[in-house]
């Protein structure tokens, strides 16, 4: 069994940060690309960000130069440290891992979401 764990979200005044965390444990043999998206009230869920086991990143246009995405394969964790946050960026943020369990099985697993709320 695989699980991911994300911990970080919270209330946070426009302009504010915030630091994201997403741990994954069970049974993994190895973990390929991590990332993050959002979803907000009454919009489909949206790519935030990504890495691969290597480190390479990629983020959307819209949180480019904000948010950054990093992981610690040692750890099992990947992070999303996010700037300047502003109301736009409020959501519900789940991670996800591509994972090869040690059974030699390959998917992809979703965290169980942390609500961001951006206001004053």
């Known amino acids: 069994q695989v699980q991911l764990v994300e911990s970080g979200g919270g209330l946070v005044q426009p302009g504010g940060s915030l630091r994201l965390s997403c741990a994954a444990s069970?049974?993994?043999?190895?973990?390929?690309?991590m990332g993050w998206h959002r979803q907000a009230p009454g919009k489909q869920r949206e790519l935030v960000a990504t890495?691969?086991?290597?480190?390479?990143?990629n983020y959307a246009d819209s949180v480019k130069g904000r948010f950054t995405i990093s992981r610690d394969n040692a750890k099992k964790t990947v992070y999303l440290q996010m700037n300047s946050l502003n109301p736009e960026d409020t959501a519900v943020y789940y991670c996800?891992?591509?994972?090869?369990?040690?059974?030699?099985?390959?998917?992809?697993?979703w965290g169980q979401g942390t609500q961001v709320t951006v206001s004053s």
């Open positions: 890495i691969t086991s290597g480190g390479s990143t």
């Open positions: 996800n891992a591509a994972i090869i369990t040690t059974a030699r099985s390959g998917t992809n697993y």
């Open positions: 069970g049974s993994i043999h190895s973990i390929n690309t």
